[in-house]
């Protein structure tokens, strides 16, 4: 909060891929809501500055507004903006829309410093409500896409606490940047954008990056002297990866578990790979769909067949629900697969499962390929370290230390949330790209894609080379 307020431009603040992704469906959700409690005023944002914003709000109830969208005000120092207030007969309801499926005691703060304002201009809140996108809506059905879910009783007993906790929170402000021990307050109940700043470097063999460390733990650990996992006593305890992990650190060697070979040969030929690319509109586009429900929309299978190894590149074009042209292309495309090998599997199983309950006439063809689709990552996992894993198994870490020379700095998009993110505007705002950028966006996504699939083709021969290699030096 500190850096914050006195460090505005502070490059840390910048929204990542991910973080903007949250904020744009964060917009789009809060606009949508506005519909439910129709008839509002909408107070301006920046550039207005906040006394504007406070005032025109006093004006609209002064003149008698029933609804008032982003209402502001000041009061005591404090800035709050109700993104609805709404006039009832005995008082005002106060509603924090959120875009998550579910609200909880994070959320809480939030509604009790808004009411806090509130009161302090004089109003008589009679409710304070989170409005949350409804997991039980389907589309085309979007009657239903909120709930308000009344916390008056949760918000009124925090802020019992609200006066001493902004008057601490307003003396840190006005003094020198306060001393703050590193603890599980750095990731919970959000990630600081301030970490790098206050935590050791990540360094490969850092004690943050040992596999399953809770942040709690690794700080106590870090206060104790410990920032690498060289220097863990040899009486740590720790088993599976992280075991491995300690041991390959200590070595300064990779560990090939000797019964690599056997936990390949579970991977039948003929071999096809795959990766879905999903998006997750908050405000569901397509029959049957809740809100934020991840929905496949484009594919990337690499066959190793006796013809050798071929890419089936498929991403959707337009608005319209891709979904049985995309089940169609899959099928066809992993035809002649015994085995579909994918990387954190589970992912493209759901995805195939819902496929088939929303295809009942593929739902067969689906299925099957379902239960021939098998997982890299517990191979990965349970049977090799690479001290340049950093204590991750994703495949972005695996891929570059295992694969020579294969990693994706090389790529335009660099992860997930940015291909769809790209994704939603490609297929729901093209006009925004113009023609060259949907051709753009079209190849840079085919080429992103393409890279895990590729790069899962080239790590399951590298694993193969290794248990080999393994098998003859044992
Ligand atoms: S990283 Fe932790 S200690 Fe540092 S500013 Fe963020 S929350 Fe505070």
């Given at each position: 909060m500190w850096w914050e307020q006195h460090e505005r431009d502070a490059p840390e603040l910048v929204p990542t891929p991910f973080l903007q992704s949250i904020f744009d469906h964060g917009n789009v959700v809060g606009e949508v809501a506005r519909g439910y409690v129709p008839h509002g005023l909408l107070i301006g944002g920046p550039p207005l500055s906040l006394e504007d914003r406070a005032q025109r709000t006093r004006e609209a109830i002064d003149a008698g507004a029933r609804v008032i969208y982003e209402a502001a005000f000041l009061a005591d120092g404090v800035f709050v903006a109700v993104d609805i207030l709404e006039r009832v007969s005995d008082g005002y309801v106060l509603i924090e829309v959120k875009s998550t499926l579910d609200v909880g005691d994070k959320h809480i703060p939030d509604v009790a410093v808004q009411l806090y304002a509130l009161e302090r201009a004089g109003l008589n809140v009679v409710r304070a409500e989170l409005m949350h996108l409804n997991r039980e809506c389907r589309y085309p059905d979007l009657t239903n896409l909120f709930v308000r879910e009344d916390v008056t009783e949760r918000a009124r007993e925090a802020l019992q606490s609200m006066p001493a906790q902004i008057a601490r929170l307003q003396s840190i402000l006005a003094g020198e940047l306060p001393t703050v021990a590193i603890g599980g307050h750095c990731s919970t109940p959000y990630a600081c954008a301030f970490e790098r700043r206050c935590w050791p470097a990540k360094e490969a063999d850092g004690i943050t990056t040992l596999h399953n460390l809770r942040k709690a733990k690794a700080a106590k650990m870090i206060a104790a002297g410990c920032v690498s996992i060289?220097?863990?006593?040899?009486?740590?305890?720790?088993?599976?990866?992280?075991?491995?992990?300690?041991?390959?650190?200590?070595?300064?060697?990779?560990?090939?578990?000797?019964?690599?070979?056997?936990?390949?040969?579970?991977?039948?030929?003929?071999?096809?790979?795959?990766?879905?690319?999903?998006?997750?509109p908050p405000i569901p586009r397509w029959p049957g769909l809740a809100p934020m429900a991840k929905v496949p929309v484009q594919f990337s299978v690499y066959t190793v067949d006796e013809n050798g190894e071929r890419e089936h590149p498929w991403l959707a074009e337009g608005a319209l629900d891709p979904r049985p042209a995309l089940a169609d292309a899959l099928l066809t495309a992993c035809a002649g697969a015994q085995t579909v090998l994918a990387y954190q599997a589970e992912f493209e199983k759901s995805r195939i499962k819902e496929l088939a309950a929303a295809l009942p006439d593929r739902a067969a063809a689906l299925l099957d390929l379902e239960s021939r689709i098998a997982d890299v990552l517990p191979v990965v996992r349970d049977f090799t370290y690479h001290p340049?894993?950093?204590?991750?198994?994703?495949?972005?870490?695996?891929?570059?230390?295992?694969?020579?020379?294969?990693?994706?700095?090389?790529?335009?998009?660099?992860?997930?949330?940015?291909?769809?993110?790209?994704?939603?505007?490609?297929?729901?705002?093209?006009?925004?790209?113009?023609?060259?950028?949907?051709?753009?966006a079209r190849s840079v996504l085919t080429k992103y894609c393409g890279r895990d699939t590729y790069g899962l083709v080239r790590l399951h021969a590298r694993l193969w080379e290794l248990a080999a290699a393994q098998g003859a030096g044992a």
């Open positions: 060289t220097q863990l006593p040899s009486d740590y305890r720790a088993t599976g990866p992280a075991a491995r992990q300690i041991e390959s650190l200590r070595s300064g060697h990779s560990i090939i578990d000797a019964r690599l070979g056997n936990a390949l040969r579970q991977f039948t030929p003929p071999l096809a790979f795959l990766d879905f690319e999903t998006i997750a340049a894993y950093g204590g991750s198994f994703s495949l972005k870490k695996v891929l570059p230390a295992l694969v020579d020379g294969l990693g994706y700095d090389d790529l335009e998009l660099a992860d997930g949330a940015s291909a769809a993110t790209l994704l939603e505007k490609l297929l729901f705002d093209s006009a925004s790209l113009g023609a060259e950028g949907v051709a753009h």
